[in-house]
């Protein structure tokens, strides 16, 4: 059972994500410890609400500079909903606010044409070789957003995508950071199928 660290930083119900973790298989951790998340062998960003009061509470708890550490470490790292969003360097719900940086581009608003927010099962259509997102072609998860990674469906990092009035980037990947539009602790099996490939790749750390 690899020990996964869950980052603690007081925003929405990150014990969701814990328990999802470790019926996955993973021995989760919810913490803010830099010397637990440092030994841990895959690190998790959940994040619910808003841009911009997610990453103040990031950078004020310096759960921030943890996240990155363990991007340059090379371990595995999944942010999931807003913690996909704050990988980004910036977000139209919080304009004066910069994300972290680590994969380029904006997020940006669904458009007028369809309900904001997505809140519903989707089917997702893998788009790029993945061991993380293996066996989820078609497969359906639960989203709940109004705001999206606005990047072209064929960049390179963009691992999966579901229709949603166009493609919506449901899931990027680029080397070891992994990071999903949708909720994969709310997504029923295919959400528990998910973990356990993301807690595989932590296996040997």
């Not at 910069?98 to 380029?104: A, D, I, K, P």
């Not at 999206?148 to 899931?171: F, H, K, M, Q």
Request: hydrophobic residues 40%; aromatic residues 6%.
């Amino acid at each position: 059972m690899p020990t996964i660290a869950v980052l603690d930083y007081g925003i929405g119900n990150l014990r969701s994500a814990q328990k999802a973790l470790e019926r996955a298989g993973a021995d989760a951790v919810l913490t803010s410890k830099a010397e637990v998340i440092k030994k841990a062998a895959g690190v998790v960003l959940p994040g619910v609400g808003n841009f911009g009061t997610c990453i103040e509470a990031l950078r004020r708890t310096g759960v921030d500079r943890m996240a990155l550490d363990t991007i340059e470490s090379r371990r595995p790292f999944l942010g999931i909903c807003i913690g996909m969003q704050l990988l980004f360097e910036g977000s139209e719900e919080s304009p004066n606010h910069q994300g972290l940086g680590v994969l380029s581009g904006q997020v940006r608003i669904l458009p007028e044409s369809v309900r904001r927010p997505q809140m519903q099962w989707n089917a997702i259509h893998v788009r790029k070789d993945s061991q993380i997102l293996k066996g989820l072609d078609g497969k359906w998860l639960y989203f709940v957003h109004s705001y999206a990674a606005d990047l072209s469906p064929d960049n390179e990092i963009v691992a999966a995508t579901c229709s949603y009035g166009n493609d919506v980037v449901a899931a990027v990947q680029s080397e070891n950071v992994f990071a999903t539009q949708f909720h994969p602790e709310k997504s029923s099996d295919a959400g528990k199928e998910f973990l356990v490939n993301f807690v595989k790749s932590c296996k040997g750390v």
